[in-house]
Nanobody, 124 residues
Framework: QVELVESGGGLVQAGGSLRLSCVASGGTFTNYVMGWFRQAPGKEREFVAGISRPGGGVYYTASVKGRFTISRDNAKNTVDLQMNGLKLEDTAVYYC?????????????????WGQGTQVTVSS
């Protein structure tokens, strides 16, 4: 199993930007479809964005489309999430995750490896 460590969370005002980063180790990074999930207090963990193994295929949940951008660097074993136009409802713990499934997977159960999470708080 690949090990994942996120960074880049913090406090930002509504309308601002943050960039999350996740570095993978202990596995072959290109074997994995990578994703970002988030979990707000009292809510279930939800899929945010995913990216294919080569990196050319990206997909997003509707609420972040046009505001968030996922990317990966297979030479550095990293996957990033650029978040622009942040809204109060984007406040959550964000998790990086890795899947051996097909491109397009979004279910929690499709992802076998998880990071510890990084807090993103959007204030008014």
């Amino acid at each position: 199993q690949v090990e994942l460590v996120e960074s880049g969370g913090g406090l930002v005002q509504a309308g601002g930007s943050l960039r999350l980063s996740c570095v993978a180790s202990g596995g072959t990074f290109t074997n994995y479809v990578m994703g970002w999930f988030r979990q707000a207090p009292g809510k279930e963990r939800e899929f945010v964005a995913g990216i294919s193994r080569p990196g050319g295929g990206v997909y997003y949940t509707a609420s972040v489309k046009g505001r968030f951008t996922i990317s990966r660097d297979n030479a550095k074993n990293t996957v990033d999430l650029q978040m622009n136009g942040l809204k109060l409802e984007d406040t959550a713990v964000y998790y990086c995750a890795a899947s051996l499934g097909r491109t397009g997977v979004t279910a929690f159960s499709d992802f076998a490896s998880w990071g510890q999470g990084t807090q993103v708080t959007v204030s008014s």
